[in-house]
C-alpha cells in the first residue's frame, strides 16, 4: 500500500523557515518524481514545486521560486520542503504527492498524503 | 498565471449525469494531453479520478468520464451518486515546467 506521510507543518513568523518532510513507503521511491501541492485555508489546490526521481531536476511556482528549496533523499525515501522569507499568504495545508508514471515529472498525482499544515503569522 | 476556469458550483440528481468543464487557454488545456481532475472531500486529501484527458486509475469508477475539446476539458459523472457529493478540481501542464489547478467546482447531488 502506498503511504506518504507530511510532518513538519507549524506556526511560523513572517520572514522566518519551515522544514517540510514527506516519508513514504509502499513504491519504489525512486523511479517516480514527487510534488508539494498546497491549499490554503477554504481554497483551491496550488501546484508548488517537483523533484524528478533521481533528484538532479527541479521546478518551482513563480510564488515560491528564489525562497522555497524542493529535495529528496532516495536512500531514505523521503521529500523535503525547504520554505524560507516565508509570507503570510504561505499559509496552507501542504500536501506531498507522487506522479502518476514512472519517471514523468510533470503530469498528475495519483498518490497524496493527507498534509501538513503551516500557519505564518506574526 | 490565472487558475484554470471552472463553475464555482454544479448541482444534480442522483441516477443523473452532470459535466463539470475547465477552460485554460492554447497555451495549457488546448495544448497538451495532460489534464487531470481530482476529487476532494472535506479534510480529506484529493484524489485523482482522471488523467491525461481520459484515463482512469484503477479503483475509479466508469462513471466518471473525460474529454476535451480547444481549449477546455470536461469531466462527465453519470448516474450520480450520493457518494460523488464533493468538490472536484482539474490541473493542466502548462509548458513552461509547471501545472496549473482549476479553481475548483462543488458539486452538490440533490
Known amino acids: 500500500e502506498v503511504q506518504l506521510l507530511e510532518s513538519g507543518g507549524d506556526l511560523a513568523q513572517p520572514g522566518g523557515s519551515l522544514r517540510l518532510s514527506c516519508a513514504v513507503s509502499g513504491f519504489t521511491f525512486n523511479n517516480y518524481a514527487m510534488s508539494w501541492v498546497r491549499q490554503a485555508p477554504g481554497k483551491g489546490l496550488e501546484w508548488v514545486s517537483v523533484v524528478s526521481a533521481s533528484g538532479s531536476t527541479t521546478y518551482y511556482s513563480d510564488s515560491v521560486r528564489g525562497r522555497f528549496t524542493i529535495s529528496r533523499d532516495n536512500s531514505q525515501n523521503t521529500l523535503s520542503l525547504q520554505m524560507n522569507s516565508l509570507r503570510v499568504d504561505d499559509t496552507a495545508t501542504y500536501f506531498c504527492?507522487?506522479?502518476?508514471?514512472?519517471?514523468?515529472?510533470?503530469?498528475?498525482?495519483?498518490?497524496w498524503g493527507q498534509g501538513t499544515r503551516v500557519t505564518i503569522s506574526s | 498565471q490565472s487558475a484554470l476556469t471552472q463553475p464555482a458550483s454544479v448541482s444534480g440528481s442522483p441516477g443523473r449525469p452532470i459535466t463539470i468543464s475547465c477552460t485554460g487557454t492554447?497555451?495549457?488545456?488546448?495544448?497538451?494531453?495532460?489534464v487531470s481532475w481530482y476529487q476532494q472531500s472535506p479534510g480529506k486529501a484529493p484524489r485523482l479520478v482522471l488523467y491525461?484527458?481520459?484515463k482512469r486509475p484503477s479503483g475509479i469508477s466508469s462513471r466518471f468520464s473525460g474529454s476535451k475539446s480547444g481549449n477546455t476539458a470536461s469531466l462527465t459523472i453519470s448516474g450520480l451518486q450520493a457518494e460523488d457529493e464533493a468538490d472536484y478540481y482539474c490541473c493542466s501542464y502548462v509548458g513552461t515546467n509547471a501545472l496549473l489547478f482549476g479553481g475548483g467546482t462543488k458539486l452538490t447531488v440533490l
Open positions: 492554447s497555451s495549457d488545456v488546448g495544448n497538451y494531453n495532460l
Open positions: 504527492a507522487k506522479s502518476t508514471g514512472q519517471y514523468q515529472l510533470l503530469g498528475s498525482f495519483d498518490s
Open positions: 491525461e484527458v481520459t
